[in-house]
């Protein structure tokens, strides 16, 4: 069954050249991310990666590439805070607000704004990496005495960023589904197969079934979420009659986004003190003590996984308030001779659909953050690292992925034979 509409699939031309193209993609991508940047010393680069195993989570953040200080080492980050700083700044400047009315336009300003934004912060930020890796060894991972080597290394991290973001922008339009959202799903998927040969190895078969059926409830249970949404009821007065529709309000509008900004500030202290364990200083040193003992990687502690979990509730909020303009959605449901039953047009429906807006997104940042802190508890209570088949909080990308690119290519085999398909 599986085979045979893999083959309907693939028959249709346009579609099969979206998913090569992807495919094709998606291998230039693991092929960049083990080429090294000039100058790094690979071989210490492994032992500290030996030494600090709290960096295999940072790690992780940064897609593996840190492991070779690999050439496209920043990958979504520079172009990540671009995004932020750009999305708060439409809130607090009135003039980059008012360029959202400019519809198609207004989107295009704001991409071109961010890509340029993005190649700075990626220069400045493969320093801030060069500089943190040299002060987790306590020796060059890059000579920084040479400015020479250190200033080559730079501009090879930040040429290579900017070629990620045109890729990833072909990729979207030319393949199928977000490129981003494609990238994230396989170096995610890439890691299972490694996972499955290390409980096997060691005839660990009643572990990998638990983890197995336990990855499949979980990803059942986000998909159930991600699907959910309220729909408010409209009703537009056009043409002399009245026509019934209805507006969504996904519970699921934050995506993974609160949980990659909580993560970035959680973990902040964690790599301060990791950076203030070089010094010589005794009061530099307590410190170091106090943020290891508290908000340390690889054993964090009640507090971390508090801060951890609150902070995934308040970024939801903060994400969603900022991207959910309702007293645009309000305007825009006005101006068609729209209304929703009992709500006065106007400020009255922007503040209705506010309201329903924060009670879904109380679910689902409760969702997120339990999601994300569920880990360390288990970790905590059964005294020993738990984790899934696919790391827990990725789950949600993966879910969120997979479903993207099932409508995508239903969508496409319907538009190449209707009758059929329908």
Do not use: C
């Amino acid at each position: 069954m599986i085979l045979k509409h893999m083959k309907s699939i693939f028959a249709v031309k346009d579609l099969r050249k979206k998913i090569i193209f992807t495919l094709a993609t998606v291998l230039v991508f693991k092929l960049l991310s083990v080429i090294p940047v000039p100058g790094v010393n690979t071989d210490g680069l492994a032992a500290i990666m030996k030494q600090q195993q709290w960096l295999a989570f940072f790690s992780a953040l940064m897609w593996g590439w840190i492991e070779h200080f690999s050439v496209i080492l920043m990958g979504l980050s520079p172009y990540i805070n671009a995004l932020i700083i750009v999305q708060l700044l439409w809130v607090i400047v009135p003039k980059i607000e008012a360029m959202q009315k400019e519809g198609e336009q207004w989107q295009k300003k704001i991409n071109k704004i961010t890509r340029w934004l993005a190649l700075p912060l990626a220069f400045v930020q493969s320093y801030g990496m060069i500089l943190l890796l040299n002060n987790l060894a306590g020796w060059s991972i890059i000579n920084t005495t040479n400015w020479w080597i250190v200033f080559t290394a730079m501009l090879v991290i930040t040429a290579w960023t900017i070629f990620l973001m045109w890729l990833w922008e072909i990729m979207t339009e030319y393949g199928i589904g977000n490129g981003i959202s494609v990238i994230i799903m396989a170096w995610v998927l890439a890691g299972v197969p490694w996972k499955i040969i290390n409980y096997f190895s060691i005839w660990n078969y009643a572990m990998f079934a638990g983890l197995l059926a336990l990855t499949l409830i979980i990803i059942y249970v986000i998909i159930k979420f991600t699907e959910w949404n309220r729909r408010i009821p409209l009703i537009y007065t056009r043409s002399g009659r009245d026509e019934k529709s209805y507006f969504p309000i996904r519970i699921n509008q934050a995506w993974m986004v609160p949980i990659i900004f909580a993560v970035s500030i959680v973990t902040f202290p964690s790599i301060i003190g990791q950076i203030l364990s070089t010094s010589w200083s005794e009061s530099a040193r307590t410190i170091w003590n106090f943020l290891v003992t508290y908000f340390g990687m690889n054993n964090p502690s009640w507090v971390f996984i508090g801060i951890y979990f609150l902070l995934v509730i308040l970024f939801s909020f903060f994400y969603v308030s900022i991207t959910f303009n309702t007293d645009q959605v309000s305007e825009s449901i006005q101006k068609r001779w729209g209304y929703i039953p009992g709500i006065r047009p106007g400020s009255e429906t922007s503040d209705y659909l506010w309201k329903v807006s924060a009670r879904l997104n109380l679910f689902w940042g409760w969702f997120l953050a339990i999601i994300a802190v569920l880990p360390y508890v288990m970790s905590k209570l059964m005294g020993q690292t738990v984790d899934l088949l696919i790391s827990w909080a990725w789950l949600i990308i993966i879910a969120s992925v997979i479903l993207d690119l099932i409508r995508k290519v239903d969508s496409e085999m319907k538009m190449f034979d209707y009758d059929k398909f329908k």
